[in-house]
């Protein structure tokens, strides 16, 4: 069983940064995918990024990409998610995911799953 505990968000006025952290209580499988997503308030779920754990794929959301950097620390199962120039749309629930990628889809759906973390963006 993997337990993921996300920690860094927070309030912040937009052009600011935050960097979102995600523990993983265990070394997930090699071919795991760590990742993110985010819900904003009445909104469905949405897909931020993921990396290979043990590899350089990385993915972003269209949308995402630019502001958005995905990254890990093997010696400390964590993985992390940048994001620079914070607008008020990007205030969610951010998520932390580790599962496996539908390579035929090219899609993660994450198998297991963090608490979530808020981050909310003033004007």
């Known amino acids: 069983q993997v337990q993921l505990v ?15 952290s995600c523990a993983a209580s265990v070394r997930t499988f090699s071919s795991y995918f760590m990742g993110w997503f985010r819900q904003a308030p009445g909104k469905e779920r949405e897909f931020v990024a993921a990396m290979l754990w043990s590899g350089s794929n990385t993915y972003y959301a269209d949308s995402m990409k630019g502001r958005f950097t995905i990254s890990r ?9 940048q994001i620079n120039s914070l607008k008020p749309e990007d205030t969610a629930v951010y998520y932390c995911a ?7 889809t090219s899609t ?8 979530g973390t808020q981050v909310t963006v003033s004007s």
């Open 98 to 104: 580790a599962g496996p990628w539908d390579w035929g």
């Open 73 to 81: 620390d093997n010696s400390k199962n964590t993985v992390y998610l």
């Open 6 to 20: 996300e920690s860094g968000g927070g309030l912040v006025q937009a052009g600011g940064s935050l960097r979102l």
């Open 108 to 115: 993660f759906t994450g198998e297991y799953w963090g608490q």
